[in-house]
C-alpha cells in the first residue's frame, strides 16, 4: 500500500468513515481540480454527489 | 509506467509521419536523441508534452486549459513561409505500457492528440482548427481521458520530470511559491489542501439546506395531537351514527307494523277517515250559521233608522233648500268680488287693451262702478246665512239607508238551510260512529298516533344521521390534511436525517483530510531528503565536504556539510546548484509514488567532468526509463566520458537531422553506440 493510502487507512479508520469514500474524494480533486481546468462549481458537485451517495 | 512509442506527422519540423520506437530488451533503459542545433531533437520532448497536455508547462507553471494556439505554433509550416501549413493534419500518437501496483497483467495505453476537420483546408490561424484527445486502454477508448493519464502519471508530471536544462537551471535556484504548489500537486499535499477548503464549502452548503428543511418542517407532535382528537371525534360521531342508525332501523320496522295494522283494520280506518271528513264538515257548517247569526244583529240594528227613513227625507229636503241658497250667495260674493277687482285694476290703466286711451269720463264712470260693486258686495257678505251643521249628516244617513237592503225573509231562509245542512252531518256522523265500534275508534286512533310519531322520529333520526355523516364527512377532510402534514413532517424528518448524515460525512471527512495533510507533508518530505542525498551523494564531486541535502517546510533545498552547516544555494557554483536540483527532483519522484518516464533535455552543459561522469555512470539507476536529448557536443562528450556500464544500458539511438532544401526534419535509427575510442569512422 502507498503512503497516501496508508495515511487514509489510518484516517478512515479513526474517524469511522469509508476508505472508499475518502479515496473518491481524493480522485476527485485530483482529476477535477488539478489535471484540468475545471470549474471549481463541478468539483463543488461532484463531492457532494459522492456524500450524497455515501449517506444513502 | 513506460513509453514505448511516439508517433508525429507534420508535427514541429517534421513533416510527413515520423516514428520513434521505445521498445524496450531487458536491462536496458536509456534511448538518446541527438542533433545539432535546430534540428528538431527538442520537438520530440514538445510532441511528448504537447500530446499529453496539450501544452508545454514549465516547473511551476499554473496548469491551465489547452489552447489552438498551442497546437497553431506546433504545425508543421507555421514557422516558415507565410506561416500557413501546407498540411493541416497534425497529430502526436503516444504508446505506454503500464503495470498497475494491484494488477497482475499490464496494461496498454494509446494516446492521440491530432488537428482534426480543420475549418478551412488551408488554415491561416489558430481559431480554424480543431484539437481533438483520445484515449484507449487495451484498445478501448476511454471516455475520461485526462483521468485516464492522470491514473498512470504523477499529478504534474509534465512539470518536473520531462524537462528542458534551461528548466532545471531555474530550478536549480530558490525556489517560488508557484514551484511549492506543484511540488505539493505531485505530493498530493495541494490536493488534501484544496479537498479541505471544498468540504467545508460543501459543509455550509449541506448546512444551509439543513436549516431550510428545519424551517420548513413543522411540529410533529402538534399534527399527532390534532390526529388523535380528529381519531376521537370520528370515532365518537361513528357510534353516533350506528346507535342513529340502530334506533331509525327500530322505528321503521315500528312503523310497519303500525302500519301492518292499520292495514289489518284498513275498513275501519276508512270510516275514520269518513268520520274525520264529517267532522270537518260539521264544524264548517256550524262557523258558516255563526257567521249567519252576526248578520242578524245588523239587521236589527238598522231596523229603527229604516222606520224613520221618510221623516229624515222630508228634513233633508227643507234643509236642502237651505243648503242651495247659501251655495247661490256665496257665487254671488265670489262674482262681486271679481267685479271689483276689476274695475280697480282697469281704473289704473291709461290705455284699454284695446289700445285705446281711457277718458276721464270713462274712469269717473269706472270708480262709479266700482263703487257700486263694493258696496253690493259688503251687503251679500253681510246677508250670507249660515250653513246648518246637521246638513251632511242627515244626507249621509238618509244615503246609507236608501242603499240597506233589509231582507229578513231571506236571512230567515238561508238559516234555515244551514240547520239542515247541520242536522244532516250529525245524524251522518252519528251513523258512521255507530257504524264503527268504540273499541276500533280507541285502536285506530292510537295507531294512527303511533304511526304519526314513528314518522316525526324517523325523520328527526334521519336529520341527525345526515348531520353526523357531514361532521364525519368534515372530521376526515381534516384528518386527510393533517395526514398529508404528517408525512410531509415525516418525509422532511427523513430528508434532515439525511442531510445530518451528509453533513457529518463532509466534517469527518474534512477532519480525515487534515489529520493526513500535515503527516503526509512531513513524510514526504523526509523521503525527498532522504532520496535527495542518496542520489546528491551519487553526483556530487565533494562527498568528502558534502554531507546530505535539506528540505525545509517550504520545500526550498538547501546543502548540509560534514560539520552540519548549512549552504544555501546562491553560494554553491552553477554545475553544483544543477546536481542539487536534479538530485532533487530525482527525490520528488521516488516521495511521488508513481513511475513516469524521465526525459532529459540538453541538461549536462554547465557540469564539470567529475559531475558530468557520476551522472552518465548513475542515469540508469535514476528512473526506469530515461531519454536523454543531446545536442551534437554532448553525444560527442558522453560517448567519450561514458563508462562501458552506461553503454551496456542503451537501447537505441536516434539522430535529428534537417534537410536544408526541404526545410524538414527528420529521425534515424543509428547503431547502438560504443565508446568512441572503439568506433572505426566510416
Known amino acids: 500500500m502507498t503512503t497516501i493510502g496508508e495515511l487514509l487507512q489510518t484516517a478512515a479508520t479513526k474517524n469511522g468513515i469509508s476508505i472508499d469514500l475518502l479515496s473518491r474524494l481524493l480522485n476527485i480533486e485530483r482529476t477535477y481540480l488539478y489535471l484540468t481546468d475545471a470549474n471549481p462549481s463541478t468539483v463543488i458537485d461532484r463531492i457532494r454527489d459522492a456524500i450524497k451517495e455515501a449517506a444513502q | 509506467m513506460r513509453l514505448t512509442k511516439l508517433e508525429m506527422k507534420n508535427f514541429g519540423p517534421y513533416k510527413g509521419v515520423v516514428e520513434v520506437s521505445f521498445d524496450s530488451v531487458k536491462g536496458k533503459n536509456v534511448w538518446i536523441i541527438w542533433g545539432s542545433n535546430g534540428a528538431g531533437k527538442t520537438h520530440v520532448f514538445k510532441a511528448i508534452k504537447w500530446c499529453l497536455y496539450g501544452w508545454e508547462p514549465s516547473p511551476g507553471e499554473k496548469i491551465r486549459r489547452p489552447t489552438s494556439k498551442d497546437a497553431w505554433d506546433l504545425v508543421y509550416g507555421t514557422n516558415i513561409d507565410q506561416g500557413i501549413p501546407p498540411d493541416p493534419y497534425m497529430h502526436v500518437c503516444l504508446w505506454f505500457e503500464h503495470q498497475p501496483e494491484t494488477a497482475s497483467s499490464s496494461k496498454q495505453l494509446y494516446v492521440v492528440r491530432r488537428l482534426v476537420r480543420p475549418a478551412s483546408s488551408r488554415p ?53 511559491e508557484d514551484v511549492q504548489q506543484a511540488i505539493e500537486l505531485i505530493l498530493d499535499a495541494q490536493t ?110 238598522e231596523l229603527p233608522s229604516r222606520l224613520i227613513l221618510p221623516e229624515l227625507q222630508k228634513v233633508l229636503e227643507k234643509k236642502e233648500v237651505q243648503h242651495q241658497r247659501i251655495e247661490e250667495q256665496r257665487q254671488r260674493i265670489a262674482e262681486l268680488r271679481g267685479m271689483q277687482m276689476l274695475a280697480a285694476r282697469v281704473l289704473k290703466l291709461d290705455t284699454c287693451i284695446c289700445g285705446n286711451k281711457i277718458t276721464g269720463v270713462e274712469k269717473t264712470h269706472l270708480e262709479a262702478e266700482r263703487r257700486h260693486y263694493e258696496d253690493e258686495l259688503k251687503q251679500s257678505e253681510a246677508g250670507l246665512e249660515q250653513e246648518d251643521p246637521t246638513y251632511y249628516q242627515v244626507r249621509e244617513t238618509v244615503a246609507g239607508l236608501s242603499a240597506s237592503k233589509l231582507d229578513f225573509a231571506q ?272
Open chain 2, 192 to 301: 488534501f489542501r484544496q479537498g479541505i477548503a471544498h468540504l467545508a464549502t460543501v459543509g455550509k452548503q449541506i448546512s444551509r439546506e439543513l436549516d431550510e428543511e428545519r424551517a420548513k418542517a413543522g411540529d410533529m407532535a402538534q399534527y399527532l395531537d390534532a390526529k388523535h382528537q380528529i381519531e376521537e371525534k370520528t370515532e365518537s360521531i361513528q357510534k353516533e351514527i350506528t346507535q342513529n342508525q340502530r334506533e331509525l332501523e327500530a322505528k321503521r320496522e315500528d312503523l310497519e307494523n303500525v302500519d301492518a295494522k292499520l292495514r289489518s283494520h284498513q275498513g275501519s280506518e276508512k270510516l275514520m277517515g269518513q268520520l274525520e271528513i264529517q267532522r270537518q264538515q260539521l264544524n264548517q257548517v256550524e262557523e258558516d250559521r255563526e257567521n249567519h247569526l252576526a248578520k242578524y244583529d245588523v239587521l236589527i240594528s
Open chain 2, 124 to 176: 491561416r490561424n489558430p481559431s480554424q482548427i480543431d484539437v481533438d484527445f483520445e484515449v484507449k486502454i487495451n484498445g478501448r477508448i476511454n471516455d475520461s481521458p485526462k483521468e485516464a493519464i492522470e491514473a498512470i502519471l504523477p499529478v504534474a508530471a509534465n512539470q518536473f520530470f520531462m524537462f528542458h536544462g534551461e528548466e532545471i537551471r531555474k530550478m536549480s535556484l530558490k525556489h517560488g
Open chain 2, 411 to 682: 236571512y230567515k231562509k238561508e238559516l234555515d238551510r244551514i240547520n239542515v245542512r247541520i242536522d244532516e252531518f250529525r245524524n251522518a256522523i252519528k251513523k258512521t260512529e255507530k257504524d264503527l265500534g268504540s273499541s276500533d275508534q280507541g285502536l285506530i286512533r292510537q295507531l294512527q298516533a303511533d304511526r304519526t310519531g314513528f314518522q316525526e322520529e324517523i325523520a328527526r333520526r334521519q336529520e341527525r344521521v345526515s348531520s353526523l355523516r357531514e361532521m364525519f364527512k368534515t372530521q376526515q377532510d381534516y384528518m386527510d390534511r393533517v395526514e398529508r402534514n404528517i408525512l410531509r413532517v415525516d418525509r422532511s424528518s427523513r430528508v434532515k436525517q439525511n442531510l445530518e448524515r451528509q453533513f457529518s460525512l463532509a466534517q469527518i471527512a474534512r477532519s480525515s483530510f487534515e489529520s493526513v495533510l500535515e503527516p503526509l507533508t512531513d513524510i514526504k518530505r523526509k523521503v525527498i531528503e532522504v532520496e535527495a542525498t542518496r542520489i546528491f551523494r551519487k553526483l556530487t564531486n565533494k562527498p568528502e565536504e558534502y554531507d546530505r541535502i535539506q528540505v525545509d517546510e517550504y520545500y526550498d533545498v538547501a546543502v548540509v556539510n560534514k560539520e552540519g552547516n548549512l549552504l544555501e544555494r546562491e553560494k554553491l557554483s552553477t554545475g553544483e546548484r544543477e546536481i542539487v536540483a536534479l538530485s532533487f527532483i530525482l527525490g520528488l519522484m521516488r516521495a511521488s509514488e508513481k513511475e513516469a518516464p524521465l526525459v532529459l533535455d540538453t541538461f549536462f552543459a554547465h557540469l564539470d567532468d567529475a559531475h558530468y561522469t557520476n551522472i552518465v555512470s548513475s542515469l540508469p539507476d535514476f528512473a526506469h526509463q530515461v531519454v536523454l536529448i543531446l545536442t551534437n557536443v554532448e553525444y560527442q562528450n558522453l560517448r567519450q566520458r561514458a563508462s562501458e556500464g552506461f553503454f551496456g544500458h542503451l537501447a537505441q539511438v536516434w539522430q535529428a537531422t534537417r534537410d536544408q532544401e526541404k526545410k524538414a526534419s527528420k529521425l534515424i535509427g543509428t547503431e547502438l553506440l560504443a565508446p568512441i575510442s572503439k568506433v572505426v569512422p566510416k
